[in-house]
């Protein structure tokens, strides 16, 4: 591998960096896992499975989940309209990754919040 293509990675324009930063931001990842308790959720229901999230920043964050394909939205002629959110093919294909991250984070824990004990002071 070329030493030049390692240095793209860190480039902001580069795609790759681009795409992970979208979905890896502060709320991506945890509504994206949420939606995988659920085949079909609707907003406030995702709101209750993530208490800290304000409204607008669900809003946000689904709508940049929409756009990139990962999650799909389905809205339905009720009254009043129905709103349900849903993973993709593409979001699918992500979640055995999310769930190696979510292994690890379970396993390293206790070290972690140990360090960060010992570096607060």
């Not at 293509?5 to 992970?20: S, T, V």
């Not at 939606?35 to 946000?60: Q, V």
């Not at 809205?75 to 190696?100: A, W």
């Amino acid at each position: 591998m070329k030493r030049s293509a390692l240095i793209d990675a860190f480039d902001p324009k580069c795609p790759i960096r681009n795409i992970l930063a979208r979905f890896s931001e502060k709320w991506g990842l945890l509504v994206i896992y949420t939606l995988t308790l659920k085949p079909s959720t609707r907003f406030n229901e995702l709101r209750k499975g993530i208490p800290d999230i304000s409204a607008r920043m669900l809003s946000a964050t689904l709508s940049t989940l929409v756009s990139d394909g990962l999650v799909e939205r389905h809205s339905y002629n009720t009254v009043p309209p129905t709103v349900e959110y849903s993973l993709s093919e593409i979001g699918k294909s992500l979640v055995p990754y999310l769930e190696s991250l979510i292994g690890w984070a379970k396993e390293y824990t206790e070290q972690i919040i140990n360090h960060r004990i010992e570096n607060s002071n």
